[in-house]
């Protein structure tokens, strides 16, 4: 029982403490959390509440 008990603390706790990590992430990436990316945007990775991480695609310049 006091297994059980000290892993739902444990879930309990670590749980924003991952969606933080995961928000910073995707704010070092330079990129914006939403439901969906946009058409000029790719997935770069992802954050919290199951949204997406997306970052704006840069066109390629030929010379």
Do not use: Y
Not at 5 to 25: I, Q, R, S
């Amino acid at each position: 029982m006091r297994t059980l008990l000290f892993l739902f603390v444990l879930l309990f706790f670590l749980g924003p403490a991952m969606n933080k990590f995961l928000d910073e992430k995707c704010i070092r990436l330079d990129g914006r959390c939403s439901a969906d990316c946009k058409k000029n945007e790719e997935l770069v990775g992802l954050c919290h509440k199951a949204q997406k991480c997306c970052l704006l695609l840069e066109p390629c310049w030929q010379k």
